[in-house]
């Protein structure tokens, strides 16, 4: 995506076209000296997603370091979907835990009067047994009500068993399996939680690099479509030198050469590291190559600027070369 075109850019276009077009005439290769310019790499920093502009914490011209906070959009969408994931995280958590205890107290409680009120009629279920089978025995009374007491104990002795493993399961914590379902609907709940929570955070969006405020492209209250520059950032070590050699001397650039940049106004040449050199030729003659036309072949060099050089994107400078430096040193 282009970033918007200002007029520093368009005048840049400009002095570059002209100086492209000074080497091409047989003015930028004289005594080792080269004609260039000054540019710069921008960082153009954009919403992840559209929004509203709510506040810039930035103006044209600060010096901001990495992390400062440089805009944010608005929040009331992303703020509902972390309150909504926060309460299903909660849900969800409280789910695992209960899988893993047993029942409540109260109902502990409920089940344990259930066991005693049991054990009472086991007691009265077993006196009637002893009561009565002596009776029957001596056929002082009928085989029948013999028979109905020991039915009478071995039901209240049935219930007193049912009650206790009523409170032994109701100790117990759920299924493994049930378990392991409540766990991974935790850890889901979590992961939601944490994708508002990122979403919540792009809003605010902080520069991942330091450097100058070169440009802001939009003001509070407007809106920004998702990828859309809201400002540009120059980094101290962004700024590159692009000059043009002759074909002639193209063997004695290569990446990783130091040249020497001189501009009007500044106190001393800074040096810079070559990175870049074209493979193909920025001009050609019109017909054919020959040994007079090919003098008219140019080829981009492109120079790495070290941080605080001092100098400005679009500024001309006059660059010299690996040959020139080591000349200038034996004299």
Known sequence: MSAPISALRLMRIGV????????????????????????????????PRAGWLESLAVREGDDVASGALLFELDKDEQLAQVAEAQGRAAEAGARARDTQTGARQEEIEALTADLEAARARLIHARSEKDRWLPLVASDDASPAKGDQVVADYDAALARVKAAEDAIAVAKLAGRDAMQEAARAAE??????????????DQRSVKAETGGRVEEIYHRKGE?????????????????????????????????????????????????A????????????????????????????????????????????????GPAAQADAGGA
């Open 16 to 47: 570059a076209a002209a100086l492209i077009a000074a080497p091409a005439c047989g003015n930028g290769g004289h005594d080792g000296v080269y004609v260039g310019y000054v540019e710069a790499e921008y960082v153009y920093v954009a919403a």
């Open 187 to 200: 850890t889901a709940a979590e992961a939601a939680l944490a994708g508002a929570q990122w979403r919540l």
């Open 223 to 271: 809106f920004v479509a998702a990828g859309a520059p809201v400002l540009a950032l120059l980094p101290q070590d962004h700024l590159k030198v692009r000059f043009f050699i002759p074909q002639a001397d193209l063997s004695r650039f290569a990446p990783g050469a130091r040249v020497s940049v001189a501009a009007d106004g500044a106190p001393a040449p800074v040096e």
């Open 273 to 320: 590291i070559i990175f870049h050199v074209a493979s193909e030729a920025e001009f050609t003659p019109p017909v054919i190559y020959s040994a007079k036309t090919r003098k008219k072949l140019v080829f981009l060099v492109e120079a790495r600027l070290p941080a605080g050089a001092g100098l400005r994107p679009g500024l001309p400078v006059d660059v010299s």
